[in-house]
């Protein structure tokens, strides 16, 4: 640490991200990434663009901001494009918390070390024993809430119409709701944004659309939320997307078709998956993600994740308290999948 550090940060600490390995050689499923490349269409965009990268990109992103606007059936001023939802989220920690944060002790470990990073002060409720979210503990609450649908690392989703109740019950509390892993068989809260304007979605193409490397995401909102994150972003970083990103983004949303046949295959292979690791031995929680979560009575998840390292699979242990027997492994192709399972019988 440097004598400059403003003592603020001196005590952070920061996000730690999956490992992102240089060599090819380890069978990846520590960050949900998608097994399968961007659509073609995507491809085909990026490399157009490439030539026109001495422009600087459009700083209201209204191209992908109009595609995206019509893709999911709200206004393009209900709209703010994010350099991956990391982004969002904490101008929105910025932005929307100046009576503090409420979330789940067990969620998107990026909500603590936002909190840190902007002085927000945090309300954190454990969840239920079998690792569900009890909406009731946030009733009466006026701190800014988080909810993760489905819940990250559980993969746990929750009906948008209990999250709406909380909305309706105190209008004067906002409710974020990080829909990162929404595509994968859990419902958006996306169509209530309209009747409540204490209601913030927020999306990612990192996952559902096979783009974590391209950053684009948004949240969508009552125009008035959408200002005041403009307001953030426009006092921060105006060029948040690149030229690529902005156009990967827009082909990305025109090919429903590749979106659907990707995130298909995902959710069969979630459950064959599932299925094969239960009749193993292992438990897991009812995950509507691209990921599973599970742990086996006889390793702890540390001994689960060295060992499959050890045989070249790469899946994530969170050292966290109440989660530590766990793992969680991202659903992969159907060969990658193959291959965990192979790893696991020899293990166990
Ligand atoms: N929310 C949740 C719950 C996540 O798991 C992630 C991925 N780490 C993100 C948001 C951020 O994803 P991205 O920045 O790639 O959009």
Known sequence: MSRFLAPEYKNIAPYTPGEQPQSGSFIKLNTNESPFPPSPAVVRAVCEQAATLRLYPDPECRELNK?????????????????GSDEILAFIFQAFCPGGAAFPDITYGFYRVWAQLYGV????????????ICLDDYRGLSETLFIANPNAPTGIALEPEAIIALAKEKPERLIVVDEAYVDFGAKSCLPYINGYDNLLVVQTFSKSRNLAGGRVAFAAGDKAL?????????????????RLSQYAGIAAVKDRDYFIECTSKIRLTRENTARELKSLGFEMTDSKANFLFARHPKLTGLELYTKLRERGVLVRHFGTVRIEDYVRITVGSDAEMDSLIKAVKAII
């Not at 595609?67 to 350099?83: E, K, P, R, S």
């Not at 002060?121 to 569900?132: E, H, M």
């Not at 959408?226 to 690149?242: G, V």
């Open 67 to 83: 595609t995206m606007a019509a893709a999911f059936g709200v206004g393009a001023d209900q709209m703010i494009m994010g350099n």
């Open 121 to 132: 002060k945090t309300k954190v409720l454990p969840l239920r024993p079998d690792f569900t």
């Open 226 to 242: 959408i200002d005041d994150l403009n307001r953030i972003k426009f006092s921060f970083h105006p060029y948040n997307l690149s």
